[in-house]
């Protein structure tokens, strides 16, 4: 059985992959699909956006598709990046401006106006592009005053989990998973995806 990912985000694609830890499911990502046209997030929500990737997907190639939709969401900032955060600083920026931006946005604020939390929303289509599961997760943390760490990507760097006074970019993976917006949601889809995938249960 063969389970896509719904990117074509490298680092993406494995941090997921490595979080499902699903037994005799080959999960591949979009970069195996050469000529995939990219499905325009165009959504108001994550959710929304979600559903699009996944059943926009899984028609152009007939497979399952697993697609997610996360951001970050800064309180003062009234939400944003939000939906809007791997787009941040412009629809060309990578990660290194998307970061500038944020803390150019948030010069001169005090530590207790910059929470924040990451926000995942997950969509399984089937080779139809019928949604057959959704899950959602979330993770509380603040945002730093300067960049700490290299493992990771996008926000990571700057997303500081309070109670570990560590960010994302410094923690590992296995902690990340455990903590992560992406690692619950996970962890709500994971025993669909065994039934339907019929693998043996995890752990």
């Not at 598709?65 to 951001?71: N, R």
Request: hydrophobic share 40%.
């Amino acid at each position: 059985m063969v389970l896509v990912l719904g990117t074509f985000n490298r680092k993406k694609g494995e941090e997921l992959a490595g979080l499902l830890e699903l037994p005799g499911i080959q999960v591949v990502t979009l970069a195996n699909f050469p000529g995939v046209t990219p499905v325009e997030e165009d959504g108001s929500s994550f959710a929304e956006n979600a559903r699009k990737k996944a059943a926009g997907y899984a028609r152009q190639i007939s497979q399952w598709v697993l697609a997610d939709d996360s951001g970050l969401v800064v309180d003062v900032l009234g939400g944003r990046p939000g939906v809007e955060s791997a787009r941040y600083a412009g629809p060309e920026a990578d990660d290194a401006a998307n970061r500038r931006k944020l803390l150019a946005e948030l010069a001169g604020r005090p530590l207790e106006q910059r929470t924040a939390r990451f926000e995942c929303h997950l969509a399984l289509a089937d080779p139809r592009g019928v949604i057959q599961a959704e899950a959602h997760g979330q993770c509380r943390g603040r945002i730093t005053f300067a960049e700490r760490g290299e493992k990771g990507f996008g926000y990571d760097p700057l997303f500081e989990i309070v109670e570990y006074h560590r960010t994302f970019g410094e923690l590992g993976p296995v902690a990340k998973g455990r903590l992560s917006h992406r690692g619950r949601a996970l962890e709500q889809i994971r025993p669909i995806l065994q039934q339907l995938f019929q693998t043996p249960p995890h752990g």
